[in-house]
């Protein structure tokens, strides 16, 4: 293990970072927006009309699901690494077991069905010319079909042959040209054998993406892509998901066949999937639905006056008085030129660095933890407010995020961050009026610049940039605007963060995560063009509960809406690996926006369906449950019969029995395969997140993988309970030690459920391989007895907690501001340079 140990930052080098491809920026592949008013979109329509074109083949062999683990064991290494029916390139989980593929997706969450839906919705053109998904999926098999029919294969030989479903949101950079030289490279290399219908599958599909391309309109968001990885890794330059089902089918021994279904760019042409139609919150939808952050004029905000210490200084101030407004956390800082203050923004930042080379890391966990905290000992000269980890501190604040970085970035990457693009329409965003903005700005300019853009007031530094509150010129819209110093970034090899962060931004279409509008780059910045949240950070808003902890009932709603923005980014193959209040933005209707991925891992995930579990196949958590303890006489213990439970039974209430016996009857009976989409094989060695929130397995350099969000999402939950983390030193070092080594304890105050501190239990524990959702993901969590009741699909039309206090937020405008953005700059450079110094 190598680490350098620079005077005010250091790092962890992770040098695979370093060799992630830039994608091409410029694919720009959106459609107009439609909206199908009156379309009432059914969901399982959709799955019915896929699996209608599946049962087609099937019907006479059925279905085989396979089953991870086989019956005798579930081993987690198997279900790490599922093996398959059937030769080991097919798709699938191990031994198989018959089951209806329908029966099992009926099994599936709504939330997972609906991502799938999405994503076939995309597919769905407005104009009608573009066969849905599930229509080309079923076109295709019937293709196939008469095709092997043809050939004069029996239907029913070929046992243990399996056809590949792939539903692949390939990387939305990729061209034409790449698809098609990957799919029969990889019908070269015998990866994946490339039927004859196959191709004219990918052939039409990047027909629609040049198609899109040649519309001149915003970027795609996915695009289509053989994607056949057997082992879950972390990969640099892509970010693909695919789905396969393995099904028995029609071809002889040794003949596959791989039908591959894509979801078409991010086209505007989505039904809406927003729910505001259906959404029964009218106390909040109609009044903030409508503004779409349209400008209002509010008086200016005198405040703005600092420079960015001062602002710090004062936001730390409040934070340390508990007198915390937003207005306190707005860096408004007149007369510094947004350059210097970029260049200054990091290294006084609340965001630590290490520098460091773990990639090798020496196993000796000790030396590592020391090296670690010589760092941090270096590090918590700088400011002796290190100690303390309010948010808006200085770097040293134990809460602040460890980034890695790449170590070879390369001079043109600045280049690649070139040009403005649009991302394209998000179906949950489609009717948000910032899209059409956008277009048309972009129309009105022939591209975006900073120059389009009023700033009005700065929102935040982080580690890589500064966010601004923006005005997009003649729209009175509003936007997040993050401005990255690309000198700044080269110079401190912040590059690839800040490159991660875009692209993960770019293929975000989910209601609890940022809408990336549009991006672009000068000589001297890079932007990201962001959706804005007025309401402030859960941590500034814990601050200001009464015991500065929220009732359980409110953690009950943000740890479910970050619990489905977590399994959404698992999904997409992103380990989000920063979870804190901090980075929990909350929108304007009240509901969260997980913000700020420079330090996210992608991956590759393959996603499996895993046999329900069956009381002989259960692997029991070590830990996370009260009747693994023997002290246990909780009366709320609902656990599974076939464990010996502690005193449960004479104390459950008949209720809570009967509850019991239905829950027992239902893992019992029939139980349904579950879709697992899940990165459990990713493996990283960067050291990277903030350290109240670093899991134990990072700590002690023994590589991590999607666990990580798991662990941090269990501090997460603690804190907003109780209003600490739970592993808290009076400095980094013994905070880290705590983590590794100290057992959890909860406070006695303030009282916290059974069933909270029961899946607190469950996330922190400390070997990843027991840690509740390191198998299944956020399905498990989902399911923990503490989320009872909760309505997941429709929890975005739910009544927040709190609603933001608009008179907090700021959307002031700056006279100073507003006058200079009329003048005439005589240069490019000159004009955002002068309308940054404003701040
Ligand atoms: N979309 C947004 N709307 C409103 N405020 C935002 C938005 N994004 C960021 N901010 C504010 O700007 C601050 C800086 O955000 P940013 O994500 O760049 O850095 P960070 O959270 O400090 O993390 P890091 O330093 O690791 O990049 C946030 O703390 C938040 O207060």
Redesign the pocket.
Known sequence: MGMDVLPTTSEIVESTEDTESEPDMSLKAGKQSVLKVGNKYSIEDDINRLFEAIDIRTSTKGLRLVHEGGRDSLRKKAMKRPMRNGSPQTSGIGIAEPVSLKQALRGLCISQASEMAAMKRLSKQASSSRPSEAGTIKRLYREVVVDANASGLPLNEGNGNLVEISLVPEQITASTSEKELEASQRAKDGVLPVHDHVVPLVTEFNSEISQARSDGLESAGCSSAMHTSENLKEVDGTASVSLKFSVETLFPQGQKSHLHSTCLPSSSSAVSLSSSSTCSSPRFMPIFRGKNFIRKKVKKDSSSSNSLNECNEKTDRSLDSGLINSDS?MCDCHAVSLRQEIMKASPH???TEFISNIVDSSPNNLDYISNCNKMKSVLSKVDEKSRSRE?GEFSQSSKS?I?DYSSSVSTSEGSNLSGSSCSGTRPHMSRDLRWEAIRQSQKQYGGLSLKHFKLIKK???????S?YLAELTGTNCLF?L?VMDNEFLASRKKMSRARTEKEIMQMLDHPFL?TLYAHFVSDKFSCLV?????G??LHMSRQKQPGRCFSEQAVRFYVAEVLLALEYLHMLGVIYR?LKP??I?VREDGHI?L??F??SLRCTVNPILVQSSSPDTEPVKKTSSPCSESSCIDPFCLHPAWQVSCFTPRLLSVAVKSRKLRSDLASQVNPLPQLVVEPTGARSNSFVGTHEYLAPEMIKGEGHGSAVDWWTFGIFLFELLYGRTPFKGSGNEETLTNVVSRSLKFPSSPIVSFHARDLIRGLLIKEPENRLGSAKGAAEIRQHPFFEGLNWPLIRCSVPPELPKFCNVGIGVSSYNKDNTTKSKESRSTEEDNQLEMF
Do not use: Q, V, W
Request: contains cysteine; hydrophobic residues 25%.
């Open positions: 956390r930042s609340r965001s948010k995020s980034g929102l935040g530094c982080g580690d890589i940039g966010i997040a993050k940022p962001m959706e804005y949240c007025p402030g950070d920063d901090e980075n933005l926006m913000s700020d420079d330090l």
